[in-house]
């Protein structure tokens, strides 16, 4: 039997036969998994964690696996009873530490790194994690025989090499149907020679495709000065430390061992001998299917001189490399001691592990981040996986505290266990110390700052910060001292909080999300990666200038004489400015983080309202609610999908989704508009959706990150809902 582990937000789950069991709790397992083959949808509804705390197995959790009943007063308001009910259930599925956990994976490039990872450094992953990694892909494949580069996403070679290798790693044989059908769809397409740049990185390390045959990683370019543009340290967080570890292996040609199973890939993945493969005329080649972002000519240029640079000997070159490479692996190993071995995100965290495997195999580094590896796993109904980060946990648990809240204390008083959690998990988080020597590996301060997930993940971002520090004022500030906490954030940990968001401003008033724009945005044109847009600079966000904003604006409600509010009123002016500046004429703005326009629409309102704003004065907010009642759908409700991150056009979904119109319905309530037709609407279509014990069905995948690829936020189907009502109940009596 499965079980979810939980301490201080980390999250794993482990196979344990002495774990309490029942017939019902496996039944309802084994129908979780048939209910999944027959769904319409590829997302799963997380079932296993629901089966879970339906049967009393989240332990820690006041209320697990027991629905509060709504109260007689409440009956009578269809609103009230569905709120009621949907707060019911969701803090059953709150963990024991307060954080809400669940399912962040949905791309489908991420498993297979480390699957490849653990196959080169010889850790081994236990039979029933590979039996579930194998369900997964089984389930996520396409039904011409790819793989998407997300959940929902069309066949790209990118991912259908890759997640063939991995089958095949993890067991399925290369006659089996699924491997025929994967492998025909690869042969169809021209072969692995057309995988972009990431995918021929793990080939080459696994051992099925050679250095040659990759654009260099140039590992020298680390050592440049910081001065210049070009500087790896000037790209965005996410793209520097990918491309770290990468250039360091690239840097010493790093292969893993021929084993038979290698030996058989070659044969299987090329129509041609391996042996007799030019391999570099293979650089550069992408298959059509993949490309999202086209190269620049002069790009090619660039790749051509690094390539001649690799090829070419000059009396010091071995020194330099080396000296390169002692400087690389010198911030990988910064990076894995200040995150304690999680890293930023899960591709750099499998390159780091098999960067410090191949420096020292058997050094603690090694086994330290063996143990981090299952951080990153997720289980539900569709398979074993490997998320996006490791997990969402503060980032949803903020939301969460503020939906519950904004539900008013004559409907939240009986969660005061719920609430009162939430904030030991947003007091535990915080982070309270900054990186050591963090200009020499290149860090923006953390004192005082939120990040996504976990404490002991470390990475600061701004609008964590924005969503931490209101959650934390509302759960301890006037609104919510009614709810009992073990420990109170003290008012100087506050202040950090807002000195963070203040150092975080860019000079166009806007915030980014980890650190400060460091590259100009030329360095776009350098983009080397075909499959991701926006991946070069840390660019301005309307999400995040939008959190950041709210809360050093409830930072200046609770403390409207601190000596920090002159400063909070320029940055406020000036971030407030920057959204009105980036607004489009139709009155939407594009979303970077979510789908799409709805949720970069819902987040300015947010923002706009927690200034003071309203429609009379603000001709942004009125532009902007027009654009979202011009895209109500006659059922009541609104549906949005991925495609519009992709496009940049706001593109309809097939249905309407409880998560589109949560965005749409709290976004028109805080606004208050005046006509309230539309929003009673949206709010019977969230009450139809209502599942009968208070849950929403899950549907359609709702994040995204550059631009391509989509990511999923399975608690956001419970917040954004709950959310909506509360926020339309409170203005619409």
Same mark, same amino acid.
């Given at each position: 039997?499965?079980?979810?582990?939980?301490?201080?937000?980390?999250?794993?789950?482990?196979?344990?036969?002495?774990?309490?069991?029942?017939?019902?709790?496996?039944?309802?397992?084994?129908?979780?998994?048939?209910?999944?083959?027959?769904?319409?949808?590829?997302?799963?509804?997380?079932?296993?964690?629901?089966?879970?705390?339906?049967?009393?197995?989240?332990?820690?959790?006041?209320?697990?696996?027991?629905?509060?009943?709504?109260?007689?007063?409440?009956?009578?308001?269809?609103?009230?009873?569905?709120?009621?009910?949907?707060?019911?259930?969701?803090?059953?599925?709150?963990?024991?530490?307060?954080?809400?956990?669940?399912?962040?994976?949905?791309?489908?490039?991420?498993?297979?790194?480390?699957?490849?990872?653990?196959?080169?450094?010889?850790?081994?992953?236990?039979?029933?994690?590979?039996?579930?990694?194998?369900?997964?892909?089984?389930?996520?494949?396409?039904?011409?025989?790819?793989?998407?580069?997300?959940?929902?996403?069309?066949?790209?070679?990118?991912?259908?090499?890759?997640?063939?290798?991995?089958?095949?790693?993890?067991?399925?044989?290369?006659?089996?149907?699924?491997?025929?059908?994967?492998?025909?769809?690869?042969?169809?397409?021209?072969?692995?020679?057309?995988?972009?740049?990431?995918?021929?990185?793990?080939?080459?390390?696994?051992?099925?495709?050679?250095?040659?045959?990759?654009?260099?990683?140039?590992?020298?370019?680390?050592?440049?000065?910081?001065?210049?543009?070009?500087?790896?340290?000037?790209?965005?967080?996410?793209?520097?430390?990918?491309?770290?570890?990468?250039?360091?292996?690239?840097?010493?040609?790093?292969?893993?061992?021929?084993?038979?199973?290698?030996?058989?890939?070659?044969?299987?993945?090329?129509?041609?001998?391996?042996?007799?493969?030019?391999?570099?005329?293979?650089?550069?080649?992408?298959?059509?299917?993949?490309?999202?972002?086209?190269?620049?000519?002069?790009?090619?240029?660039?790749?051509?001189?690094?390539?001649?640079?690799?090829?070419?000997?000059?009396?010091?070159?071995?020194?330099?490399?080396?000296?390169?490479?002692?400087?690389?692996?010198?911030?990988?190993?910064?990076?894995?001691?200040?995150?304690?071995?999680?890293?930023?995100?899960?591709?750099?965290?499998?390159?780091?592990?098999?960067?410090?495997?191949?420096?020292?195999?058997?050094?603690?580094?090694?086994?330290?981040?063996?143990?981090?590896?299952?951080?990153?796993?997720?289980?539900?109904?569709?398979?074993?996986?490997?998320?996006?980060?490791?997990?969402?946990?503060?980032?949803?648990?903020?939301?969460?505290?503020?939906?519950?809240?904004?539900?008013?204390?004559?409907?939240?008083?009986?969660?005061?266990?719920?609430?009162?959690?939430?904030?030991?998990?947003?007091?535990?988080?915080?982070?309270?110390?900054?990186?050591?020597?963090?200009?020499?590996?290149?860090?923006?301060?953390? &004192? +005082?700052?939120?990040? =996504?997930?976990?404490?002991?993940?470390?990475? %600061?971002?701004?609008?964590?910060?924005? #969503?931490? !520090? $209101?959650?934390?004022?509302?759960?301890?500030?006037?609104?919510?001292?009614?709810?009992?906490?073990?420990?109170?954030?003290?008012?100087?940990?506050?202040?950090?909080?807002?000195?963070?968001?203040?150092?975080?401003?860019?000079?166009?008033?806007?915030?980014?999300?980890?650190?400060?724009?460091?590259?100009?945005?030329?360095?776009?044109?350098?983009?080397?990666?075909?499959?991701?847009?926006?991946?070069?600079?840390?660019?301005?966000?309307?999400?995040?200038?939008?959190?950041?904003? &709210? +809360?050093?604006?409830? =930072?200046?409600?609770?403390?409207?004489?601190? %000596?920090?509010?002159?400063?909070?009123? #320029?940055? !406020? $002016?000036?971030?407030?400015?920057?959204?009105?500046?980036?607004?489009?004429?139709?009155?939407?703005?594009?979303?970077?983080?979510?789908?799409?326009?709805?949720?970069?629409?819902?987040?300015?309102?947010?923002?706009?309202?927690?200034?003071?704003?309203?429609?009379?004065?603000?001709?942004?907010?009125?532009?902007?609610?027009?654009?979202?009642?011009?895209?109500?759908?006659?059922?009541?409700?609104?549906?949005?999908?991925?495609?519009?991150?992709?496009?940049?056009?706001?593109?309809?979904?097939?249905?309407?989704?409880?998560?589109?119109?949560?965005?749409?319905?709290?976004?028109?309530?805080?606004?208050?508009?005046?006509?309230?037709?539309?929003?009673?609407?949206?709010?019977?279509?969230?009450?139809?959706?209502?599942?009968?014990?208070?849950?929403?069905?899950?549907?359609?995948?709702?994040?995204?990150?550059?631009?391509?690829?989509?990511?999923?936020?399975?608690?956001?189907?419970?917040?954004?809902?709950?959310?909506?009502?509360?926020?339309?109940?409170?203005?619409?009596?």
């Amino acid at each position: 039997m499965w079980r979810l582990n939980v301490d201080r937000g980390r999250q794993w789950w482990t196979t344990d036969a002495d774990a309490a069991t029942s017939p019902a709790l496996s039944a309802a397992l084994s129908s979780a998994r048939a209910a999944y083959a027959s769904s319409k949808h590829a997302h799963s509804s997380d079932a296993y964690l629901r089966a879970l705390a339906s049967h009393g197995h989240l332990l820690g959790n006041p209320t697990c696996g027991a629905l509060a009943p709504v109260p007689a007063r409440l009956r009578r308001d269809a609103r009230a009873a569905a709120l009621h009910k949907g707060l019911s259930f969701f803090a059953t599925l709150q963990t024991g530490d307060g954080h809400w956990a669940g399912d962040y994976a949905g791309p489908m490039f991420l498993l297979p790194g480390l699957v490849i990872a653990c196959y080169v450094s010889r850790t081994p992953l236990p039979p029933a994690h590979r039996a579930e990694m194998l369900r997964y892909l089984r389930n996520h494949q396409n039904p011409d025989g790819g793989f998407g580069l997300h959940i929902e996403h069309k066949s790209t070679m990118f991912s259908t090499a890759l997640n063939y290798v991995a089958m095949r790693i993890l067991g399925a044989g290369s006659a089996d149907s699924d491997s025929r059908s994967a492998r025909a769809w690869i042969r169809a397409h021209g072969g692995p020679a057309g995988c972009p740049g990431w995918g021929k990185f793990w080939l080459a390390v696994l051992g099925v495709y050679e250095w040659q045959g990759m654009d260099p990683l140039t590992p020298e370019f680390w050592l440049l000065p910081y001065a210049l543009p070009c500087h790896p340290a000037r790209f965005w967080c996410h793209c520097r430390v990918v491309y770290l570890p990468m250039s360091y292996l690239y840097g010493r040609r790093a292969v893993g061992e021929v084993t038979e199973l290698v030996r058989e890939l070659r044969e299987e993945l090329y129509e041609e001998p391996y042996e007799s493969i030019e391999w570099p005329a293979w650089r550069g080649r992408c298959c059509e299917e993949d490309v999202y972002v086209r190269r620049p000519k002069l790009q090619r240029v660039l790749w051509g001189a690094l390539a001649l640079w690799e090829s070419i000997w000059f009396p010091g070159k071995q020194w330099l490399r080396e000296r390169a490479l002692k400087e690389t692996l010198m911030q990988i190993t910064a990076e894995d001691e200040n995150t304690n071995y999680i890293c930023i995100g899960p591709v750099n965290k499998v390159i780091n592990f098999l960067c410090r495997w191949f420096d020292d195999p058997d050094g603690v580094a090694v086994d330290k981040h063996r143990d981090r590896l299952t951080d990153y796993l997720w289980l539900a109904e569709d398979g074993m996986k490997m998320q996006g980060y490791n997990g969402s946990q503060l980032w949803d648990t903020a939301f969460a505290s503020q939906a519950f809240m904004a539900a008013g204390r004559d409907i939240v008083e009986p969660f005061t266990k719920t609430l009162s959690l939430a904030h030991d998990y947003v007091e535990m988080t915080q982070v309270l110390v900054d990186v050591p020597n963090r200009e020499r590996f290149y860090r923006h301060m953390s &004192k +005082g700052a939120w990040p =996504f997930s976990t404490r002991d993940h470390g990475w %600061p971002i701004a609008d964590c910060t924005g #969503e931490g !520090l $209101a959650a934390a004022l509302l759960l301890q500030g006037k609104k919510g001292t009614w709810i009992p906490k073990k420990k109170m954030i003290s008012n100087d940990r506050l202040q950090d909080a807002v000195k963070m968001i203040l150092s975080y401003q860019n000079p166009d008033g806007g915030w980014a999300t980890y650190e400060l724009q460091r590259g100009p945005a030329w360095l776009e044109f350098l983009n080397p990666s075909e499959v991701f847009g926006d991946i070069m600079v840390d660019y301005s966000y309307v999400e995040c200038t939008a959190s950041a904003l &709210k +809360g050093i604006g409830e =930072f200046r409600a609770e403390f409207p004489d601190h %000596p920090l509010v002159p400063k909070l009123n #320029e940055s !406020l $002016a000036k971030g407030i400015r920057y959204i009105e500046s980036i607004q489009k004429q139709d009155g939407s703005w594009y979303g970077s983080w979510g789908i799409c326009f709805l949720y970069a629409i819902w987040f300015a309102i947010d923002a706009y309202t927690s200034m003071g704003l309203t429609l009379e004065t603000s001709p942004s907010m009125e532009r902007a609610c027009q654009f979202v009642l011009n895209k109500q759908r006659e059922d009541g409700g609104w549906g949005e999908s991925y495609l519009s991150s992709e496009t940049m056009v706001y593109t309809q979904s097939e249905e309407s989704l409880v998560v589109s119109t949560g965005w749409a319905l709290v976004a028109l309530s805080m606004a208050r508009w005046p006509d309230r037709e539309p929003l009673e609407k949206a709010s019977q279509f969230l009450i139809r959706s209502q599942d009968e014990n208070g849950d929403w069905p899950q549907q359609n995948i709702c994040g995204v990150f550059n631009r391509n690829c989509m990511i999923s936020y399975s608690q956001y189907r419970n917040i954004f809902p709950i959310w909506a009502l509360a926020e339309y109940r409170k203005n619409y009596p």
